[in-house]
Nanobody, 123 residues
């Protein structure tokens, strides 16, 4: 049973930073692409960033490019999202997810999801 648990959310002011973490269990973490999505109130879940199983390749949504950094520590089975220069529009519940199949980066089928961690950015 794959389990994902996000943490690190909170209330911050615009311009500040937060680092989210996602701890995984249940299979070999280092074989799978991981990603962050977010869902704001009244909106659909939106893609934020993904990272390949080795950590060598990353990809970002245009809305966060240059401000957010996705990374992973395979020895700790943990995924991170460093969020800098936060904006009001970054307010959302942030979810981590993992690919269904190993060693696939593009056109990924996201199979498992955490419960989310809330990020609220105030002015």
């Amino acid at each position: 049973q794959v389990q994902l648990a996000e943490s690190g959310g909170g209330l911050v002011q615009a311009g500040e930073s937060l680092r989210l973490s996602c701890t995984a269990s249940g299979r070999n973490f280092g074989d799978y692409t991981m990603a962050w999505f977010r869902q704001a109130p009244g909106k659909e879940r939106a893609y934020v960033a993904r990272i390949s199983w080795s950590g060598k390749t990353t990809e970002y949504a245009n809305s966060v490019k240059g401000r957010f950094t996705i990374s992973r520590d395979n020895a700790k089975n943990t995924l991170y999202l460093q969020m800098n220069s936060l904006k009001l529009e970054d307010t959302a519940n942030y979810y981590c997810t993992t690919a269904r199949s190993p060693h696939i980066f593009g056109n990924t089928d996201w199979a498992y999801w955490g419960q989310g961690t809330q990020v609220t950015v105030s002015s």
